[in-house]
Structure formats: C-alpha cells, structure tokens
C-alpha cells in the first residue's frame, strides 16, 4: 500500500525558516511527480508546489515563489519543502500527494503536518 | 491563473436524497478536472478524475460529468458516510488550483 509520511512541521516566528519532509513508501518514487497541497485552519485547499520526477521541472503558487523550494531525493524516496521568509497565513497543514498519470491528480496523500507561524 | 468557482458553497440534505454540486473553471479546461472528498481532520480522498472516471474503490453512486468550464459532481443517493467536504480541482495547467469548496451536512 502507497505510504506518505509527512514530517518537520512545528512552531516558527515570522520570517523563520522550516524544512518540510514526506517519505515515501510502497511504489517506485521516481517515477511519479510529487506535490505538496496546504489547508490553513478551517480553510480551504491550496495547491502550494510540483515536482517532476527527475527534478527538472518545478512550479509553484505565486504566493510563496522566491520564499519555498520544493526538492527530492530520488535515492531516499523523500520530497522536501524548504520554506523561508515564513508569514503567519503560512500557518496551515502542509500534506505532500503524488501525483499520476497526470501530475495534477493526486490519489495519494499523506496524513499532513501542521506548520503555525506565529510570535 | 485558472479560478476554480464551485456552488453552493454549502447544502443541507438527507439520507436517500440526490445531490448536485457545480463547479466553473473562468477558462476551458478540457476534461482535467478532479473531484475530492474530505472529512474533518483526515486528507483529501481522489473522488473522481478526468471529469467522469470514478477513482478505484469509490462507491458507484458518486459520479461526474462536464468539460471545458462547465462541471458536475453527483451523489445518487446519499450515505451517512457522505456528510463531508468536496472540491474540484483543475490539473489542466499551473497552478493547480483547488475551487473554495462545498460543505455537505445532514438536514
């Protein structure tokens, strides 16, 4: 069964950095792109940044370009967010998805890890 | 950037009854378009891709339909199990923008 495990969230002051991980089990990672989708307390979904399976291609919402990098580690079967310059509406729950025949189709996600910015 | 607007943004109903939720794209977007579910405290779960393909696993009284900007989600006859939040989900092009979402609860 596909495995998600997000980790690293936690507690931050504004303008903090955090480094997000997700390990992946259960199937061939580096065939797949992978995502990461945030939900801040009682709101809604946000597609927040994609990776391609080799790493060559990135993309991300506007709101947190030239702040979050998304990376991998193909031989460690694990996504990373480095998130910098970190603002309280980046408090949310951070999930990482994988991707499928299409990059956009996420029919596996993790349990989530929950990042508060806050002093 | 495509938005993604769905309606209503809440809906009360019963056990038995058929629900309808719409969701627009401001742009065609071809057939890309996913539907969640999510109950509280738990991740989303892939609902319906492509517009009308049920996802392994989901019951066959969800189903969907639409293309271009125009889309439906339908639940037959609800469940008590059904009592969640849905979105749609364009994967047409970047970002891969999520619309606002429907909360689904008991009448």
């Known amino acids: 069964e596909v495995q998600l495990v997000e980790s690293g969230g936690g507690l931050v002051q504004p303008g903090g950095s955090l480094r997000l991980s997700c390990e992946a089990s259960?199937?061939?990672?580096?065939?797949?792109?992978m995502s990461w989708v945030r939900q801040a307390p009682g709101k809604g979904l946000e597609w927040v940044a994609t990776?391609?399976?080799?790493?060559?291609?990135?993309y991300y919402v506007d709101s947190v370009k030239g702040r979050f990098t998304i990376s991998r580690d193909n031989a460690k079967n694990s996504l990373f967010l480095q998130m910098n310059s970190l603002r309280a509406e980046d408090t949310a729950v951070y999930y990482c998805?994988?991707?499928?025949?299409?990059?956009?189709?996420?029919?596996?996600w993790g349990q989530g890890t929950l990042v508060t910015v806050s002093s | 950037d495509i938005q993604m607007t769905q309606s209503p943004s809440s809906l009360s109903a019963s056990v038995g009854d058929r629900v309808t939720i719409t969701c627009r794209a401001s742009?065609?977007?071809?057939?890309?378009l996913n539907w969640y579910q999510q109950k509280p405290g738990k991740a989303p779960n892939l609902l319906i891709y492509?517009?009308?393909s049920l996802q392994s696993g989901v019951p066959s009284s969800f189903s969907g339909s639409g293309s271009g900007t125009d889309f439906t989600l339908t639940i037959s006859s609800l469940q008590p199990e059904d009592f969640a939040t849905y979105y749609c989900q364009q994967s047409y092009s970047f970002p891969h923008t999520f619309g606002q979402g429907t909360k689904l609860d008991i009448k």
């Open positions: 990776i391609k399976e080799d790493g060559s291609e990135k």
């Open positions: 492509a517009a009308s």
């Open positions: 259960e199937f061939s990672f580096s065939d797949f792109w």
């Open positions: 742009q065609s977007i071809s057939s890309s």
């Open positions: 998805a994988r991707g499928g025949a299409v990059p956009g189709r996420f029919a596996y």
